[in-house]
């Protein structure tokens, strides 16, 4: 009896932990990478100007000189997007949990996380969305955007080289050469033949050992010139270019980082701003955070898209 009534009633069964699990987050890394406009003070719509290049004639003695006017253009970029996170906790949660004051204390963190990750999601949509899909989307004879060359639409040294090709063709400053690639890119990299015989490629020495991106979201070489980087957050494409198809394709970046050459623009009209209240007629806290911002791409010569398939990691 003595035994029964301890394990009834003198032991606790089912214990709830002091510490609260949260879901891994991926790294954001995208906000480097955009020409953040300042002089835009209000409205929502900013109009850019261009100008062309001079042009040249053959001349003879005594012959009328032939004048030009210039080419202009006109680059319109508009705040797009107003974006808000809520939460809650009511009244009666906050006086039965033990979990109220730790829960609250995340509401605002992880709301401007939320933001921040879509501000990620739209930034590195803007070259696939801002170019023409399922076209080469041709500039000075080379292509800005085509489907993997390697086997079964994978990227291998190949479209390294392609994107260089196209930005010099460009004339696109041969400065901070970036890549932004989906983990399944890195894998078929980490995995490609060519690299594990690191005697024929000595650049390459070290990388089977320790992988691309051992430290945070860098690789430990740079290829052909582009240093890579890994997201989670390229933009999903299913396209046909050229007879080649991506059916679960990710849209791979490489551009130029150099200050001057930086395909994508940015302003945020209004930073992630943080407003609560009580609700009396609910019996609750309320927390929201909101925000406005708008990107572009304005540079469209200076970044390729490459697009390569996604279910060829097999294990």
Known sequence: MFATNMTEHLIRSNLWSGKIKEFFEADLMGMRYVDWITDFPDGDVLNIPSIGQAEVHNFAEGQKAIYNSMDTGNFTFSITDYLQSGMYITEKMKQDSMYAGRLTSMFVPKMRRAINTRMEVDMLSIAPEGQT????????????RWVASGTNE????????????????????????????????????????????????????????????????????????????????????????????????????????????????GAVRQQPKVDSDYNKDEQREEYVVTARYGFGLYRPEAVCVVISDTDQVTF
Do not use: C, W
């Open 154 to 265: 994978t990227i291998d040294l190949t479209d390294f080289a392609k994107a260089k090709y196209a930005l010099q063709k460009a004339h696109v400053p041969a400065v901070g050469l970036t890549a932004i690639v989906d983990p399944s890119v890195e894998y078929k990299l980490n995995t490609l033949a060519g690299f594990l015989d690191v005697s024929n490629n000595p650049a390459f020495n070290g990388m089977v050992n320790t992988g691309f991106a051992p430290n945070g979201l860098r690789f430990i070489r740079n290829i052909y010139g582009f240093d890579v980087y890994v997201s989670d957050y390229l933009k999903d494409v299913n396209e046909t270019i050229n007879g080649k198809t991506a059916a679960a394709g990710k849209a791979n970046l490489f551009f130029s980082a150099a200050p001057d050459a930086l395909p994508f623009v």
């Open 133 to 144: 899909a399922s076209s080469l989307n041709t500039i000075n004879g080379a292509a800005h």
